[in-house]
């Protein structure tokens, strides 16, 4: 067998593993927006990294954590009458959401071991691999410090702390689409090509949802539910509300939602311009450019649906959903045209 097909066998597995881990990274993105949107995160006050892996099994254990959270500010200001088994209900979306994120820890640590001691692991990579692993880690201890957040004084988590751990969870997803990425298909350097636009757009994206996280945050998507207008102007009132006036664009409903808007519209132009610089590139970036802007048109439209509609859980699910799949494609494009180096 010749050196370079040798080397593709090799690190095909490798790269399928860091797939799936990407893909389970995605769904963890959408099991968390459900797990925002259902208010479910405040139903689990104790972090038990080791043995939080059961739930209640028992009904002693089930009153246990319920009169737990019933000490908590979110059921006393906002849940108050709560039931036993409307509990169970958000104590379980949040379970899950936690239990999934072992579940990633799982299945990143021991085939990694597994390729280590195979000596399967590429050269160059094993650096990047620990420092996922570290990234993993870091992302559980911030989960925590979200959540903390909410447990003193407020209903909800604070909307900084879950910008910061969605952007971790999106930091996350790209560095292991982009590893993969250069195990199947190393990129070349394409001069002429708009590798600078790729990665401005990649940018973008990755503040666009930022933002959306602080609209998540500030349960921001329940006002102004009008489009292309925010009930009737193009600019909100109060949108300098605050002071000082750069609070706005963190703790504002209307400006935060005003900003994701045209963050989304900025983000679209973006794609739309790398597309038409891709139409001459390799046949798969050119490709993944077309894929890049047909999410775009169908994220924009998911945005707007939801909005509309007064975020419905499946909507706004799907948008989450999107804007993984959109930074997903985006890595694709960068990757090709910018190259492994």
């Known amino acids: 067998m010749s050196e370079p097909r040798q080397a593709a066998k090799n690190t095909m597995p490798v790269a399928t593993w860091l797939f799936f881990c990407a893909a ?27 043995i939080g892996i059961l739930p209640p099994l028992a009904e002693a254990e089930w009153n246990r954590v319920f009169a737990l959270y019933r000490e908590t500010s979110q059921y006393r200001l906002a849940n108050t009458g709560m039931e036993l088994a409307q509990f ?24 990694f071991v597994f390729f280590a001691m195979r000596g399967m692991v590429p050269r160059g990579l094993s650096g990047h691999l620990v420092a996922l692993f570290v990234l993993g880690g870091a992302q559980g201890l911030i989960g925590w410090w979200m959540v903390k957040s909410g447990l003193v004084a407020r209903t909800d988590v604070s909307q900084y702390r879950l910008a910061v751990h969605l952007g971790l969870a999106f930091a996350i997803l790209g560095y292991l689409l982009w590893l993969a990425l250069n195990l199947v298909a190393p990129g070349r ?25 602080l609209v998540a945050g500030l349960n921001a998507g329940l006002d102004y539910n009008t489009w292309p207008s925010m009930d009737g102007g193009w600019l909100p009132d109060g949108v300098l509300a605050l002071s000082p006036w750069w609070l706005n664009a ?28 891709c139409r001459d590139a390799s046949p798969p970036t050119a490709m993944a450019a077309t894929a890049l802007a047909a999410m775009a048109v169908a994220q924009l439209g998911l945005g707007v649906a939801t909005l509309l509609l007064v975020v419905p859980l499946p909507l706004a699910a799907l948008h989450q959903a999107g804007a993984a799949m959109l930074f997903g494609l985006a890595i694709w494009v960068a990757q090709s045209l910018c190259g492994s180096k």
Not at 88 to 111: C, D, N, Q, S
Not at 190 to 212: D, E, K, Q, S
Request: overall charge positive.
């Open 189 to 213: 350097a394409a001069p002429g090509h708009p590798r600078g636009l790729a990665l401005a757009t990649l940018a973008i994206i990755f503040v666009t949802a930022l933002a959306g996280g």
């Open 88 to 111: 169970k209900t958000i104590f379980w979306w949040e379970y899950i959401h936690r239990l999934w994120g072992r579940m990633i820890g799982l299945v990143f640590a021991l085939p």
């Open 250 to 277: 963190f703790e504002n409903a209307a400006t935060v939602q005003f900003d994701h808007r045209m963050l989304a519209y900025a983000t679209t132009i973006c794609i739309a311009g790398l597309w038409w610089r």
């Open 24 to 50: 389970m990274v995605m769904a963890m993105m959408v099991i968390g927006a459900i797990t925002r949107l259902t208010e479910s995160g405040l139903s689990m006050v104790e972090w038990r990294p080791l």
